[in-house]
T-cell receptor, first 110, second 113 residues
Framework: RKEVEQDPGPFNVPEGATVAFNCTYSNSASQSFFWYRQDCRKEPKLLMSVYSSGNEDGRFTAQLNRASQYISLLIRDSKLSDSATYLCVVNGAVGNKLVFGAGTILRVKS | GAGVSQSPSNKVTEKGKDVELRCDPISGHTALYWYRQSLGQGLEFLIY????????KSGLPSDRFSAERTGGSVSTLTIQRTQQEDSAVYLC???????????FGSGTRLTVV
């Protein structure tokens, strides 16, 4: 089983739609959770950290479910510029380094 | 510096040659990581450095790959006797400490011909 698993997509949604991604992780001792965004041929950039109580940043909401070992990202009112690959990131079982999921592709269309 | 700086941004080399890739992390960040990403693929962990601890080399694909970090700051990734399968984008990242979010550099695109 992979340490971090994501649905690769692609998710094709119209502008203005709400879209949600889930990600599962295998290390029950993980303490750090993030969502990164990667645009085509660019480096990954931190989108938001994920806190136990859940957190919101504008149109983006992240949730953590420790019991089921998954995290989610909700994007409301999708924009064309949201089109990217979204990477789920969790600190792993070995050495506490971050483990990156393979990513979920989002395509927002007009 | 303000961000993670990598050089060169692009490198084309002949099969069998050695290459050196450089990473200058954010000032004060104690942890430094190297990843590579082939076209259309996910991030592949290579190696990380944390302070004065021995580096975690568990992701290096072969003994042709090595890395060092001098003075706890700049790091160099060296690939000896390059092969075509080494072609990828090599990404460096740094963080305040283990478990913190990473900041990535813009990468070095390596092409072995």
């Amino acid at each position: 089983r992979k340490e971090v698993e994501q649905d690769p997509g692609p998710f094709n949604v119209p502008e203005g739609a709400t879209v949600a991604f889930n990600c599962t992780y295998s290390n029950s001792a993980s303490q750090s959770f993030f969502w990164y965004r990667q645009d085509c041929r660019k480096e990954p950039k931190l989108l938001m950290s994920v806190y136990s109580s859940g957190n919101e940043d504008g149109r983006f909401t992240a949730q953590l479910n420790r019991a089921s070992q998954y995290i989610s990202l909700l994007i409301r009112d999708s924009k064309l510029s949201d089109s990217a690959t979204y990477l789920c990131v969790v600190n792993g079982a070995v050495g506490n380094k971050l483990v990156f999921g393979a990513g979920t592709i989002l395509r927002v269309k007009s | 510096g303000a961000g993670v700086s990598q050089s060169p941004s692009n490198k084309v080399t002949e099969k069998g040659k050695d290459v050196e890739l450089r990473c200058d992390p954010i000032s004060g960040h104690t942890a430094l990581y190297w990843y590579r990403q082939s076209l259309g693929q996910g991030l592949e962990f290579l190696i990380y450095f944390q302070g004065n601890s021995a580096p975690d080399k568990s992701g290096l694909p072969s003994d042709r790959f090595s890395a060092e970090r001098t003075g706890g700051s700049v790091s160099t990734l060296t690939i000896q006797r390059t092969q075509q399968e080494d072609s990828a984008v090599y990404l460096c990242a740094s963080s305040q400490d283990l478990g913190y979010g990473y900041t990535f550099g813009s990468g070095t695109r390596l092409t072995v011909v």
